[in-house]
T-cell receptor, first 114, second 114 residues
Framework: AQSVTQLDSHVSVSEGTPVLLRCNYS??????LFWYVQHPNKGLQLLLKYTSAATLVKGINGFEAEFKKSETSFHLTKPSAHMSDAAEYFC????????????FGGGTRVLVKP | DAGITQSPRYKITETGRQVTLMCHQT?????MFWYRQDLGHGLRLIYYSAAADITDKGEVPDGYVVSRSKTENFPLTLESATRSQTSVYFC?????????????FGPGTRLLVL
């Protein structure tokens, strides 16, 4: 069975400083991994995805994530936070054996201070 | 291009009443999904559908009913609403082809059961 753990429920950063959101996963098979962002009162938007190609994945809005199989991690980073990055972020795993079903982490809420 | 829409966006109902949440997508995606979002739980899959007239249970299906008579619509019905079904409900859809892993989310329906 697949599962996802987001290690921080809240992260607070200052504008212009790096952002790190941590995610660990558990999967029996080769997983696909995603990061989605949810701005207040909005739906979820795909930031980036890993599907067994390059382990360093670049997404929209300057975000990137690195797949580390040995550490079962898929941490999301951004070199310089912007006020518009304030949102909730979800790490998501999909196992090929699970068809199209996704398993979501509990979410990390990011606060950006001016 | 409307994409994926949900209606109503906000709903207040009473315990025991039947409620139907609508989801409509204009992309002719084969797969459609219903999730609920509760604090601390991320998103949990209620039901999904691989095609018209094909539906299957997700992680938390109890108390919900779905149907899919047309590819573009995937209504979710709470047959007898309970307070524990107060939540934000998201509909999503995805292709069945090469990019089937990416799910596209609607804006959500906030449901309050009194």
């Amino acid at each position: 069975a697949q599962s996802v753990t987001q290690l921080d429920s809240h992260v607070s950063v200052s504008e212009g400083t790096p952002v790190l959101l941590r995610c660990n996963y558990s999967s029996s098979y080769s997983p696909s991994l995603f990061w989605y962002v949810q701005h207040p009162n909005k739906g979820l938007q795909l930031l980036l995805k890993y599907t067994s190609a390059a382990t360093l994945v670049k997404g929209i809005n300057g975000f990137e994530a690195e797949f580390k199989k040995s550490e079962t991690s898929f941490h999301l980073t951004k070199p310089s936070a912007h006020m518009s990055d304030a949102a909730e972020y979800f790490c998501v795993v999909r196992e090929k054996a699970a068809g199209n079903k996704l398993t979501f982490g509990g979410g990390t809420r990011v606060l950006v201070k001016p | 291009d409307a994409g994926i829409t949900q209606s109503p966006r906000y709903k207040i109902t009473e315990t025991g009443r039947q409620v139907t949440l609508m989801c409509h997508q204009t992309w002719s995606h084969s797969y459609m999904f219903w999730y609920r979002q509760d604090l601390g739980h991320g998103l949990r899959l209620i039901y999904y559908s691989a095609a018209a007239d094909i539906t299957d249970k997700g992680e938390v299906p109890d108390g919900y009913v779905v149907s899919r008579s047309k590819t573009e619509n995937f209504p979710l019905t709470l047959e007898s609403a309970t307070r524990s079904q107060t939540s934000v409900y998201f509909c999503a859809s995805s292709y069945s082809g090469a990019d089937q892993e990416t799910q596209y989310f609607g804006p959500g329906t906030r449901l309050l059961v009194l």
